[in-house]
């Protein structure tokens, strides 16, 4: 692995500049996982009370990221004893590419016992590694490429796909992915990683929401995959989210056909 696959970004000042490894397969350009991984670190870092635990998070990739230094910002647009909003914003040549909505709420102690029936597929153990896309499509090399894949069942499937994922490199050099970055950085796979179906786009996601429940544990986040699609080249990718205890939240994705060429 040479020095720019070994981590999504390298630190260039206050600045971050994407590596090889964070590529997109459409051009030269950052691929949205990255972009979000990024976002999220920003909010994660912006928490006023380390208590509060992120529950939605919402990117809206308005712009396209190419592979050149980006700043990130991070504002509270609300502060409460329950509730923290955070704003974090990526610009690249003066412009803003993709902007974050994130909600932190406090947690409290409920009497019970917690439900965590475990995952509804096996793994992530014992299966075999496979690709996000196909490297028989031959597209540009990338974090689609990066990203460990062990499927249940693939994009092939007739009802959802089924997946474990686990991303291999740290987004920085000397720093550990934490639990919501990584779920953020995977959760731009759903589209790629749901049904075909009948209605071939191909698919392109402008927007990730993500709900969490529970901080996922562990090195792999599970995915049980659906896609609604229309004629009219848009739909919507959703998306279970699992680590193997059980259920930790929900992923949205807004798709629009790309057409290539």
């Given at each position: ?149 062990r499927w249940i069942d693939d994009q092939s499937s ?6 474990w994922m686990r991303m291999p490199v740290p987004l ?90």
């Amino acid at each position: 692995m040479s020095d720019t696959t070994q981590t999504l970004f390298q630190f260039a000042g206050d600045r971050f500049l994407p590596t090889e490894a964070a590529g997109n397969p459409w051009g030269e350009l950052t691929g949205g996982g990255p972009v979000a991984g990024l976002l999220a670190r920003a909010a994660e870092r912006a928490l006023t009370d380390p208590e509060l635990f992120v529950a939605r998070m919402t990117f809206d990739l308005m712009r396209p990221v190419p592979r050149r230094e980006v700043a990130v910002s991070a504002t509270t647009l609300r502060s409460g004893k329950r509730l923290q909003v955070i704003q974090a914003e990526l610009v690249c040549d003066g412009e803003v590419r993709t902007r974050a909505t994130v909600q932190a709420l406090r947690p409290t102690e409920l009497d019970g016992s917690a439900n965590e029936p475990g995952a509804p597929f096996p793994g992530p153990e014992g299966i075999a590694d496979g690709s996000l896309i196909p490297p028989e499509l031959g597209l540009r090399w990338g974090v689609h490429d990066v990203v460990d894949v062990r499927w249940i069942d693939d994009q092939s499937s007739p009802d959802a796909s089924r997946v474990w994922m686990r991303m291999p490199v740290p987004l920085l050099p000397g720093e550990a992915l934490t639990p919501l970055v990584h779920t953020a950085t995977l959760v731009d796979c759903i589209s790629a990683a749901s049904p075909v179906g009948e209605l071939f786009g191909p698919w392109i996601n402008t927007d990730i929401t993500c709900y969490l429940h529970r901080r996922p544990a562990g090195e792999w986040l599970g995915m049980e995959i659906r896609r609604d699609v229309e004629t009219s080249g848009i739909g919507l990718a959703h998306a279970r989210l699992f680590d193997p205890h059980g259920p930790v939240g929900s992923a949205q994705e807004a798709v629009l056909v790309n057409e290539l060429g």
